[in-house]
């Protein structure tokens, strides 16, 4: 059976490789020139399976709207925001103040998680794959007595649902992480040994290039651009490449388009209002590793991620409401900079860093679409948000498994496809 993937991210890859080892023939169509150039590019690196969580919740609104006026806040929306900009918005709101269903997505997307954990260690068994991958946990830092106070709710979750985290205060935290400063506000931190890192570009291309040798297609530098549908089935799709225009055959189809998604959605008749919250990275070779972090850390002052890729450090933040902007203000940076500099300072040389900016693929109420759409051969594997990273090889296996009929032992109801069209 052949199975035709739209997109080479993260997701579009670890999908290509989990169908390809389940013996479908696979060809993934890219519009770029390689893979992981789009949002897989240069994330922040958390593998976070015990911090995946929905953003559209009532405590993170109420936290991270006041950061709309300060320098540093997180939360950025343009000044005069477009109509898809207040629909995400307004969705989101509606979602997070809907009973019960924060808990409900949060749960979920733990679950998927863990799942996706278990997927990671198995295919670092089967591959060896170079991408500065590490499992030595995520610590996320409380400065404050409140932020100490969500930590802990965010905990008993995570033991709800077995997952081994542990409350560290502030020596423990600094003894956990010596490189932290001393100098800086920290009351504690929330520990999950479980949770990685690692280099989401080097593992999605390494990933890329294990499929190619196991025999998946790929058509990069080609974007899809029309399908032709029959009833509820996807007959074939249209390509533009650099030989001009081109319909292409398949039995089955998954969408792994990213941001792009929504658009494609449309073309098939189903709504998939993913939205492009924008973020930035930073990255640079560590020059003091005294100084730097040995995992991956959340700071609750600036809001940044910190993870140390090998020999390299990464800090990202901010999520902006400015659709497809693409342009990296120094002001951003250098927030980050700071935030850096706060907890580990002197670990970088900033003249040296790369930065980037980049799309979160969001659903307004947090969940990733998984599944079957309208027509009985297309799936769909996208919308992760801030956690394609985290859930792309658990992801990956669900599909993979449903497009085979395996047993899942997961209930994907929150990741339900077609809920924003039944709407
Ligand atoms: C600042 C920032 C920090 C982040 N940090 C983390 C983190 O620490 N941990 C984590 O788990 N996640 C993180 N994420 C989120 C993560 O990076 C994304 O969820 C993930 O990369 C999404 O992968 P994807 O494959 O769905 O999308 P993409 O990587 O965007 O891939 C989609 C691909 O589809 C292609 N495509 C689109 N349309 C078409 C078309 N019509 N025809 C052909 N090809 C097409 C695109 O070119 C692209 O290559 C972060 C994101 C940002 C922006």
Redesign the pocket.
Known sequence: MEVVI???????ITTAWALNQRGYQVTV????SQA?????RA??????YGHVSPWASPKLIRKTLPSLVKRQGPLKIQPLPTPITIHFLLSMWRAAYTPGLFQRNHEAMLQLAQFSRSQFLALEKTVKLDFDGHHGGMLKLASTESEKRELLDIAQTLQKLDIPCRWFDAAAARDQEPGLREDTPLVGGLHVPGDGSGD?HLFTQALARECEAAGVRFRYD???THFKTSEDHLERIQVSGESGPEWIDGDLFVV?????SRE?GLSLGVKWPIYPVK???LTARIENPDHAPISTLVDDRYSI?ITRLGNRLRA?GFAELTEFNRKIPDRRLAAIREGLESRFQGAVDWSKAESWT????MTPDGPALLGKTFQDNVYVN?G????????SAGSAEVIARQIAGDPIPLNLQAFDPLRFSRK
């Not at 739209?6 to 579009?12: C, S």
């Not at 992981?36 to 897989?40: K, P, Y």
């Not at 980049?358 to 693929?361: A, T």
């Open positions: 739209i997109g080479a991210g993260v997701v579009g169509i890219e519009k770029q992981a150039l789009e949002t897989s994330n922040a690196g958390q593998r976070s989401c080609t974007t899809v792994c388009a990213g941001c792009a494609l973020g930035y990275s991620a990202t980049g799309f979160r693929p996208s992760h948000g801030t956690w394609g990273w985290t859930l």
